[in-house]
């Protein structure tokens, strides 16, 4: 069996599964927040990570987070600048964002933007952890991965003394770079990269927490044959995201178009091994491995107590 401390070759599949899950969830609990519209309340998100924390024991500023541009925001995101601009208008709509200057907004100081933030965060929080769990019931060491200089270095290394660590805007951030790494191959489209991340987990969910199975095909370049994968229905990935039949079909019905998927038979759709194993899509992978291993090594940085996740 690999090394369980791996992450160079033994582990980053294993990393990509987690990963995946944790996209697909999260993107489902933001959803269910229901501030606004979906990419309404991304882009929240992203001022969230940019604002940070929210003020200690209130503020008496008109705001409590500098103004950023909608061409900022929409360039972030890689969306058109009218779409952006739509989503931004629904976010002043709902009383959480208002406007400082032509281009720019920024988050209300009010107890409803505050509330949104705050849920937004907590809610984050959840999904990271529970990611982290995942890895940990499948036998990933995070102190041996640590220990053997398998993780990167942490993004701001540089300081003296690490920050205190920030669940919350960790898990934003590995959700933004998640998106961020799919969007080349689906056209910024980040709606086909969250349906194909949860075909891929749902293909091989009845084996999630199968150890032996997981480190057997562990390795990016070894991904599991279509023998042990199952199809999933498109109502069960509407489910699994929480959107509509229609949007999932025809986003599923896109994906089929462009050969990453295939229907099996009255089962449903599957992402097979041969797609997996194109050149374009071990860049995703690797990508993908690549950011979760950034966040394990800022959060070990940081002096996140992997051992309180027992």
């Known amino acids: 069996m690999p090394d369980r401390s791996s992450t160079s070759l033994g582990a980053r599949r294993i990393l990509i599964r987690c990963a995946n899950s944790f996209l697909c969830r999260s993107f489902k609990a ?30 008496a500023r008109k705001h409590w987070s500098p103004k950023v541009s909608v061409h900022a925001l929409s360039n972030s995101l890689v969306i058109p600048y009218e779409t952006m601009r739509r989503s931004v208008n629904v976010l002043i709509k709902e009383g959480l964002c ?7 907004i920024v988050l ?33 060491d995070f102190q041996a991965a640590r220990e053997a200089g398998r993780l990167p270095e942490a993004t701001d290394s540089a300081e003296q003394l690490p920050p205190r ?37 749902s293909n091989m969910a009845h084996a999630a927490r199968d150890k032996a199975v997981m480190w057997q095909f562990g390795a990016i370049a070894d991904p599991p044959p279509d023998a042990l994968r199952k199809a999933v229905s498109v109502r069960s990935i509407s489910e699994m995201l929480g959107i509509s039949v229609e949007t999932t ?6 994906l089929i178009d462009d050969d990453e998927c295939i229907r099996v038979g009255g089962q449903g759709v599957m992402v097979p091994a ?6 374009e899509m071990l860049q995703v992978a690797t990508g993908v491995a690549l950011r979760v291993e950034q966040a394990l090594a800022d959060l070990a940085y940081r002096q996140f107590d992997f051992a309180s996740l027992a």
Request: proline share 2%; glycine share 6%.
């Open 274 to 279: 041969e797609v997996l194993a194109r050149k």
């Open 98 to 104: 208002e406007r400082d200057g032509r281009d720019s």
């Open 249 to 254: 079909r025809r986003t599923v019905c896109q």
């Open 30 to 59: 933001i959803c269910a927040l229901q501030l606004g519209d979906r990419r309404a309340t991304i882009s929240l998100l992203v001022l969230a990570h940019r604002f940070a924390s929210l003020p200690a024991g209130g503020t």
């Open 108 to 140: 209300c100081a009010n107890q409803k933007s505050q509330t949104a933030v705050a849920r937004l965060r907590e809610t984050m929080t959840e999904q990271l952890l529970t990611m982290l769990r995942d890895l940990q019931a499948v036998g990933f």
């Open 165 to 201: 660590v920030d669940l919350a805007d960790a898990s934003g951030v590995l959700f933004l770079r998640l998106l961020e790494v799919g969007g080349p191959l689906h056209r910024h489209d980040y709606l086909r990269t969250i349906v194909l991340a949860a075909i891929v987990s």
